[in-house]
């Protein structure tokens, strides 16, 4: 890492920084240079192998801050664009970004003001930033190389060529993702190492330090045309989403015309095609919250999301299970944090069911969305992706073992029982599962949040009816 310098010369201010992506460099050094009341025709903003010619003369230090320095505003929007507009590979970032905080001293409400340059510049580094991420997300293949240590049995190394900044962004997504594997990410701007503890980094790659064609590459191949939704095909939407410059690093890329080609016989087989096969159940909660995240099963885990396993005591009397994460859970991992959590919440507390002795999880363990401009709108899992994802909440039902399960809504009763019912014939009374527990099945809350007036009135009776009676039998199972 470069030492840090900053200098003033003469009446210019040059600040260098340690790091391509660092925020937190650049938002304190940004902070006080406002507290000084420097502007931005006065500051020089050097990355690490950029120059600062441009001010190459006299030298001073960076200007301390009066103590009795205004606050520097700076609201939501504007810090969460700068936080990734920072990982574009435009020069000019920082400049940008000091310039915007500059701005905002004086009128705080620029950043609504779509027409003005400067938001509307560091509104398509965000976006482009975010579609790199995306594509890195999507576009990362792994490939077995041979390890050295005799005591590493597995190492996949990825080749990419990100266009800007975003490796040190993502590692965590990779990390979580592939939590399990010993992996590499390779590009020409630093590489990443995972040893499925720990988080390292290294220095830039090229091309030919990473492995190409061998036998994972049949596996990806294989998984690739296992994912590949014929009857979806949409063959410019696709160029779109995978552009041909990626195809190089993608051995599944080969497939493709044929994958075209073949596109409606497949579809018929699709239809067809039975459950999936799964490995060993998991024996404890840490070992499906580990699995869930890897799980590639159905077409929801290829989105850009995480999995979210259940919370709750492992001995809770009480299962209550929803339909599947939303973009909150999704965002913090936890299960029914958002607006349908809340509302369940609150609901629960009125009829004197406490949260926090059940165990509250979801019948699809990853959030399925369909993207529309910035906002992920959810979308209900199909029959099949609930179907597939049953294994991992039988799995939770096996340890958790709790007397009583209370399904929300129609494709939380589907995980519980593998087929479909109706909500208002079933709702009110037990459902004897196999193991001796009871299922009971309730709306979910969201679809109140659906309903106003009189008839979410009447549909929030029923449901604090169905809770008031879990609640009174869960004291008879007591
Ligand atoms: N809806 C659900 O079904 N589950 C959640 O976790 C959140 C919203």
């Known amino acids: ?283 404890t909660l840490a070992a499906i919250d580990k699995a869930i995240h890897g799980c590639r099963k159905c077409p929801i885990g290829q989105l850009d999301n995480h999995a979210v396993m259940g919370e709750g005591p492992q001995d809770a009397a009480l299962m209550i299970v929803g339909e599947q994460p939303g973009d909150q859970e999704d965002q913090t991992g936890r299960p029914f944090v958002g607006p349908a959590g809340q509302l369940l919440d609150a609901h629960l507390e009125k009829v004197g069911i406490d949260r926090r002795a059940a165990y509250v999880t979801n019948a699809v363990k990853h959030f399925k969305y369909v993207q529309r401009g910035k906002r992920r709108l959810h979308q209900n899992p199909g029959a099949k992706e609930i179907d597939t994802c049953r294994w991992w909440i039988e799995s939770e039902r096996a340890i958790v073992k709790p007397k009583l399960v209370l399904a929300m809504g129609a494709s939380a009763a589907r995980g519980m029982l593998g087929k479909t019912v109706s909500i208002s014939k079933v709702r009110g009374a037990p459902i004897p599962l196999e193991d001796g527990s009871e299922l009971w099945v309730t709306a979910h809350p969201s679809y109140l949040l659906r309903l106003d007036g009189p008839a979410r009135e009447e549909q929030a009776r029923l449901f604090d009816a169905d809770l008031a009676a879990v609640r009174a039998r869960l004291e008879e199972l007591a």
């Open 1 to 283: 890492m470069t030492a840090l310098q900053h200098v003033k010369l003469g009446t210019y201010y040059m600040v260098h920084l340690p790091e391509a992506d660092d925020f937190d460099f650049w938002r304190e050094r940004a902070r006080a240079l406002v507290q000084c009341d420097v502007p931005p025709d006065r500051v020089a903003w050097v990355e690490p192998g950029g120059s600062g010619d441009l001010f190459a003369h006299g030298e001073r230090r960076m200007p301390v801050p009066p103590i009795d320095a205004k606050p520097v505003r700076a609201n939501r929007r504007f810090v969460s664009l700068a936080r990734n507009a920072i990982l574009h590979s435009d020069p000019e970032r920082f400049a940008l970004l000091y310039r915007l905080l500059w701005r905002l001293q004086s009128n705080p409400r620029m950043m609504e003001d779509k027409a003005d340059p400067d938001v509307r510049r560091v509104e398509e580094l965000d976006k482009n930033v975010r579609r790199d991420s995306h594509k890195m997300h999507a576009f990362v293949r792994f490939r077995l190389v041979e390890s050295e240590d005799e005591e590493v049995s597995e190492h996949y190394v990825a080749w990419f060529e990100p266009e800007h900044h975003i490796l040190r962004a993502n590692a965590g997504f990779f990390m979580r993702r592939f939590s399990n594997m010993r992996w590499s990410i390779l590009t020409p701007r630093g590489s990443l190492h995972w040893d499925t503890e720990t988080m390292s980094e290294g220095p830039p790659a090229e091309r030919h330090d990473a492995p190409g064609g061998d036998p994972m590459e049949d596996l990806w191949r294989t998984y690739y045309a296992s994912i590949f939704n014929p009857a979806r095909l949409k063959i410019g939407a696709m160029l779109k989403e995978m552009p041909k410059k990626y195809w190089k690093n993608m051995p599944e890329a080969a497939l493709i015309p044929d994958l075209i080609a073949g596109a409606q016989g497949r579809e018929a087989k699709m239809v067809e095609k039975g459950a999936l096969e799964f490995e060993e159940r998991p024996d």
